[in-house]
């Protein structure tokens, strides 16, 4: 893990840099502003390389969660996890899948939310239309 330190870098840079951008693929243009958002916003960019093995801690502060809810979810199989020794360590790479499915599971939570909305809100108009 390598963090990067962004607090010297002129904001005309990246500027120069979202320009750049815009000439190259889409997917790697939404990286690249992605980002500098975060950057901009004052955000730490850490590294990692893709076989990087992290401690609960560091997987517990990434997710944004207590170590011990991130224990349960080890515990359960939710996040395949290594035994070096007696300490657990987490593939990085498994660690982003738990985000992807975490944030597809949110947006699909949030579509049904916002079907049952959409649903009510016809079936009052249905009503009042009989009344």
Do not use: C, W
């Not at 500098?36 to 560091?58: C, N």
Request: proline share 5%; aromatic share 6%.
């Amino acid at each position: 893990m390598h963090a990067i330190d962004t607090s010297h870098v002129p904001a005309e840079q990246f500027d120069q840099l979202e320009r750049a951008a815009a000439e190259i693929s889409p997917e790697m243009f939404d990286v690249i502003r992605a980002l500098t958002e975060s950057i901009r916003a004052g955000a730490e960019i850490t590294a990692f390389e893709p076989t990087a093995a992290l401690t609960p801690s560091e997987v517990a502060d990434r997710l944004g969660m207590s170590r011990a809810h991130l224990y349960k979810l080890l515990d359960r199989g939710e996040i395949p996890f290594d035994r070096v020794g007696r300490d657990r360590r987490i593939p990085f790479s498994e660690v982003v899948k738990f985000e992807h499915r975490r944030q597809h599971d949110r947006r699909e939570l949030a579509e049904r939310f916002a079907q049952q909305q959409q649903n009510r809100a016809a079936a009052i108009d249905e009503l009042s239309d009989l009344l």
